[in-house]
């Protein structure tokens, strides 16, 4: 019989012990991994014959046994604001119905990438098009920093070009702490200074409030931490981000303080979506400023993004504005996010990609007592 053809390695996503482990395999040195790593990371080259610094039969050895693998590109969208949006095919599905979105927004001071960490989100939270979708799958390590990989070339960040990318946030699809061993590696290809040699405080990941997890990721990982709170309260919290029904505030709110004083933070930001009539009161704004007053907290007001199917709307301009002023009274920083890319729905909220469901029951149908996937 004929021996099963063996799948290549792909080297995109392994974080550098890993990568140094996997030559140590092929009889090569440590400092061939550093070699790889600034090969696909700084250079951009996903060939092996590219890579002139090489052994010619260590290159050999790699285009027989290892490749660099990315995401494919189904659609490429541009907005009027400059923002772009890319729909994206995951290496070796089989047909175009998984697909994740990533977006990249200019400002004249920064260059953001939001990237997705799951194909669709379990938690479900009421006002995201993402959630209405369902969960499908994690994305790997390779998928998730594959994302950064594409937008730079698309962008024309190689060979020689600008950084365009100097800010990094998982804010796309997919809850990040609910698929926290791929999503740690990528953060660690992120930060690696032979990887995209970010700041820690370029590098942000937005969590819905898995409470174990935050407190993980105190251990392994300094980063720029974005709690989605939406709610001062858990009977409302509760309606909007089911997840609360496992982790309420309280407890979310004391994993957040840990993390800054394990990772010595600088703050903490709280997003907040303004919903008309649900969440926009000044008496929750109130409380909100009671829950955080003394912490080192920030607050991001988010005008809320139509999408389909929804029952919500935008909060008025002047009720946003009066939920900002009982904020800054209290003391609290607070800055309202201007929409980007709502013209090819990619502001915040709007993301949904293409996901074939498998979860068949979502986290907010449960009634709080489903696993988040792990």
């Not at 949904?352 to 009634?367: H, K, N």
Request: glycine share 8%; charged share 20%; proline share 6%.
């Amino acid at each position: 019989m004929d021996a099963a053809p063996v799948t290549p390695q792909n080297l995109l996503g392994l974080p550098r012990p890993e990568l140094e482990a996997y030559v140590a395999t092929l009889g090569a040195r440590p400092y061939r991994a550093r070699q790889l790593l600034q090969w696909i990371y700084r250079r951009g080259a996903h060939r092996f014959a590219d890579m002139t610094d090489l052994a010619k039969d260590f290159r050999a050895t790699l285009a027989g046994t290892a490749e660099v693998r990315v995401p494919e590109i189904l659609r490429a969208s541009a907005s009027a604001d400059g923002t772009r949006k890319w729909l994206l095919r995951m290496p070796g599905a089989a047909t175009a119905e998984q697909a994740i979105e990533t977006i990249w927004i200019p400002e004249p001071d920064r260059g953001t990438l939001c990237v997705s960490t799951q194909i669709g989100c379990a938690l479900d939270c009421a006002f995201c098009a993402t959630g209405r979708q369902g969960f499908n799958r994690n994305l790997t390590a390779a998928e998730i920093i594959g994302q950064v990989w594409l937008a730079n070339r698309e962008l024309g960040r190689w060979p020689d070009g600008p950084r365009l990318i100097t800010n990094v946030v998982l804010m796309g699809m997919g809850e990040p702490l609910a698929n926290y061993r791929n999503v740690l590696a990528a953060l660690r290809l992120l930060l690696d200074d032979l990887g995209y040699d970010l700041s820690r405080r370029r590098v942000t990941l937005s969590t819905s409030g898995l409470v174990p997890q935050i407190y993980r990721l105190a251990q392994d990982c300094n980063v720029a931490l974005a709690v989605s709170l939406h709610a001062p309260n858990d009977a409302l919290r509760d309606r909007l981000v089911p997840i609360n029904r496992l982790h309420p505030i309280a407890g979310l709110l004391a994993a957040c303080w840990h993390y800054l004083e394990r990772q010595n933070g600088r703050s903490i930001t709280f997003e907040y979506t303004l919903l008309d009539g649900v969440n926009d009161q000044p008496a929750l704004a109130r409380e909100l400023a009671a829950l955080l007053r003394g912490h080192l907290a920030k607050v991001n007001l988010i005008p809320f993004n139509p999408f389909p199917g929804t029952s919500f709307r935008r909060s008025p301009p002047a009720v946003v504005a009066r939920f900002r002023d009982e904020l800054v009274r209290a003391g609290l920083t607070t800055t309202v996010r201007r929409p980007r890319g709502d013209d090819i729905d990619a502001a915040c909220g709007q993301l949904r990609g293409r996901v074939l469901d498998r979860t068949q029951v979502r986290l907010g149908e449960r009634a709080g007592r489903a696993a988040v996937p792990a």
